[in-house]
């Protein structure tokens, strides 16, 4: 998703000047809000860094600063709790001097911060403790800002024009920022204390406590973000965290359940768990996985997709909200400004000033190759995994029209490949998931040339175009299964001849618009294997290659050989590794019958993953060697949590069990079940399939797993293939 150099017109980049690696960062979320605060609980400006209390894009608080008798506390701990709910941070005062006499020690005071984002609102509790043998009078205050920042801007578009910003006092204990707009849709930020200050600005607040020995005192700050006519939030702090706690723990109650014999493991999983239920969002037609914080908290057709398709088999709830929004957004006519053409699916949704304005083409953009066809695809899936008949109903005329984009815009030269090419410089240049500038390339490191036809694309099409057939089988379409499995299979015969290249053991990456091949070894032709275009033999040559030096890094699959014309390590798309695009390549290992290689790489993500800052899968990191005793390098400005990144451990499971779930038959299929070295035993509790639910345990032994059925409810029923 990186984005090319601001320009007045064009895309905007993800700014290379700030670090987010740091573990520094505390970051929350709730429906379309999202919040990145300092260890202290703090907003401090740093330019080009998304800090702050964001919502639909734009920065509704850009600063927050906490002080204690006028100095900044000493942090005692800072934790986002692991269900991604409320940020705590402890803070003490230090010892302060007064013409170098000590007036107080430190210790004296302890402050508790506790923090948590519920529609459209930050809630913050603050507690002070007084542990001194007397009574104590403390001060403290708060400074505030909100510049009503857009998040392209941060990300590097300069602006010729933007709204004033004015402050209000309402009141003894509210302050509003209020944004003139532009666009016409009224903004501000309410700040509303539950006691009144003792003095009161347009920046900051005072406050004044006494304090008995041994006692405590508390404070309530409400941050409200106002658009349009949305209504406001609840106010009452623990009434509303008591709301939001009951919420996610009925979203969470219907999945799967997975335990393992590692606590590492089991910490892994439980982050991604909850990163994934942060990450999506309610929607009118059911809930969306945002592709991830800071800088596309928002949908993506791409990613909603994938996320989707990688925690198919243990939460479906996901996919069916993916393709009910997709259907409902997917585009009906022309805009070459969006790159919008008739059944294309969404790529992007933005609701910002820049976007509302037209200034940056990302307000409803269809911009990528890939999300048309991977729609189908999960459609067909979630079929499968369902048979979900009103779902896919109500979703069936998206899925033709679809297929009628692909047959008839994808292939825009009729040569029977998927191309893209953007239709307007203010489009992306590139529109595959590396679409990033210099992506796309000949083995000389000259750029192609649009149309540009990527390798996983035709993949992707051709995994459509059998699932569909399924899919228009069981409907009864029977005409319509047989052109599209016959269409398949042309296309697989096709795209050997066009895309194998002998000399570099792999499919070339692209190929170009006057069709030369892009003679470039990279990750895209792992994604292959998912999608089973690939002849066995050729499959397996890929997995070979990809297991080698100049992918393999220890941690995972870099995007790009080591020998290539572009390889770094440290680029966004040319030599980093990215969980997500490893998931995918593990489960096409699985699925050609690669499963010792499967679990090699499961086991380097999972390796990575323990290393990481609350043991969370970033977007990507670089692709450097694994060395003894250190750990995986941090991409600087890399999203975390990244949806795609988060789901990809039970991806991973999922491929080392080689597991399928067929709804028609009520079966869960093992196909040369396995697990890595570091477990001993799995446990999976509560998986669906069909109408029945089963509890089942994995349990690993030479070089196998023995399989047994702990719970059975209904009709389920298990098929191990060895």
């Known amino acids: 998703m990186q984005r090319e150099p601001a320009a007045a017109t064009g895309p905007v980049m993800v700014p290379g000047v700030v670090s987010l690696a740091a573990s520094s960062r505390r970051t929350l979320k709730h429906g379309d809000s999202f919040a990145m605060f300092d260890e202290f609980g703090d907003v401090v400006e740093v330019e080009h860094s998304p800090a702050g209390l964001f919502h639909f894009d734009t920065r509704f608080l850009s600063r927050l600063f906490f002080t204690l008798e006028g100095h900044r506390p000493l942090i005692l701990s800072s934790t986002v709790q692991p269900d991604n709910l409320t940020l705590d941070v402890d803070l003490t005062n230090p010892d302060m001097f007064q ?143 008591r709301q939001a706690r009951r919420s996610l723990a009925q979203r969470r109650a219907g999945l799967a359940k997975i335990e393992t014999s590692n606590v590492t493991v089991n910490g892994i999983l439980s982050r991604s768990s909850a990163d994934l239920e942060m990450l999506k969002t309610e929607t009118p037609l059911g809930p969306y996985p945002y592709a991830g914080v800071p800088w596309f908290s928002t949908v993506f057709g791409r990613d909603g997709i994938l996320t989707a398709m990688e925690m198919l088999w243990f939460d479906t709830h996901t996919a069916r909200g993916v393709l009910r929004f997709l259907a409902a957004h997917q585009a009906r006519g022309e805009d070459p400004a969006a790159d919008m053409e008739p059944g294309k699916i969404l790529h992007e949704l933005r609701e910002c000033e820049l976007a509302r304005l037209g200034e940056v083409p990302f307000g409803r953009y269809y911009g990528s190759v890939d999300a048309t066809p991977l729609f189908v695809a999960l459609a067909g899936l979630y079929w499968q995994r369902t048979r979900d008949s009103a779902t896919l109903q109500e979703i069936w005329p998206s899925v033709l029209a679809a297929l009628a984009w692909i047959d008839r815009y994808g292939d825009r030269d009729g040569d029977g490949f998927v191309e893209y090419g953007r239709r307007r410089e203010s489009g992306l240049r590139n529109q595959g998931w590396k679409d990033s500038e210099d992506a796309v390339f000949h083995a000389d490191g000259s750029l192609a040339a649009p149309p540009i036809a990527l390798c996983e694309v035709q993949g992707y099409v051709y995994l459509a175009r059998r699932s569909a057939a399924l899919l228009a089988a069981d409907l009864g379409e029977r005409a319509l299964a047989a052109r599209l499995e016959e269409q398949a299979a042309a296309l697989r ?52 290659q990809l297991f080698g030096r100049d992918f393999f890094s220890g941690w995972g699959v870099r995007t790009l050989g080591a020998r290539e014309k572009r390889f770094n390590p440290t680029s966004y798309h040319n030599g980093s590794v990215w969980p997500h695009d490893n998931a995918l390549i593990a489960l096409g290992l699985a699925e050609y019958g690669h499963c010792s290689e499967a679990l ?38 890399a999203c975390a949590p990244q949806a795609w990144a988060a789901c990809a451990p039970f991806a991973l499971i999922q491929a080392c069990l080689g597991l399928e779930i067929d709804a028609a038959a009520a079966t869960v299929i093992l196909r040369r079940p396995r697990l890595p070295q570091f477990l001993e035993w799995l446990t999976v509790r509560d998986l669906a399939v069909g109408a029945g639910k089963l509890d089942l345990m994995f349990r690993r032994h030479d070089a196998g797993v023995a399989v047994s059925l702990l719970r059975r409810e209904g009709e389920a029923e298990v098929e191990v293939m060895l």
Not at 220 to 229: D, H, I
């Open 493 to 544: 015969a096709r795209f050997e001849a066009a895309f194998w290249r002998e000399g570099i053991g792999t499919y070339a990456l692209a190929l170009d618009g006057d069709k030369r091949p892009c003679d470039v070894r990279s990750s895209n032709a792992g994604q292959l294997l998912f999608t089973g275009i690939c002849r066995p033999e050729r499959a397996a040559r890929v997995a070979q």
């Open 99 to 241: 013409d170098d006499r000590l007036v107080l020690a430190k210790d004296t005071f302890h402050v508790a911060r506790a923090k948590f984002l519920w529609q459209a609102s930050c809630h913050e509790l603050f507690t002070i403790t007084n542990y001194a043998d007397e009574r104590m009078r403390v001060r403290f205050a708060l400074e505030f800002a909100a510049d009503f920042a857009d998040l392209f801007e941060i990300r590097g578009y300069l602006r010729t024009r933007r709204g004033a910003v004015v402050s209000e006092q309402r009141g003894p204990a509210e302050i509003a920022f209020v944004y003139r707009p532009l666009d016409g849709l009224a903004r501000e930020t309410r700040i509303r204390f539950d006691a009144a200050p003792a003095a009161l600005s347009a920046s900051r607040a005072e406050f004044e406590l006494d304090i008995d020995a041994r006692a405590r005192r508390s404070m309530t700050m409400l941050v409200q973000c106002r658009r349009g006519n949305e209504p406001a939030g609840a106010a009452r702090f623990y009434a509303t965290m």
């Open 600 to 637: 090699a790489l499961s086991a380097a993500l999972f390796d990575a993953a323990a290393h990481m800052h609350l043991r969370r899968l970033p977007e990507l990191f670089c692709g450097f060697d694994r060395k003894r005793g250190k750990a995986p390098t941090l991409y600087p400005v």
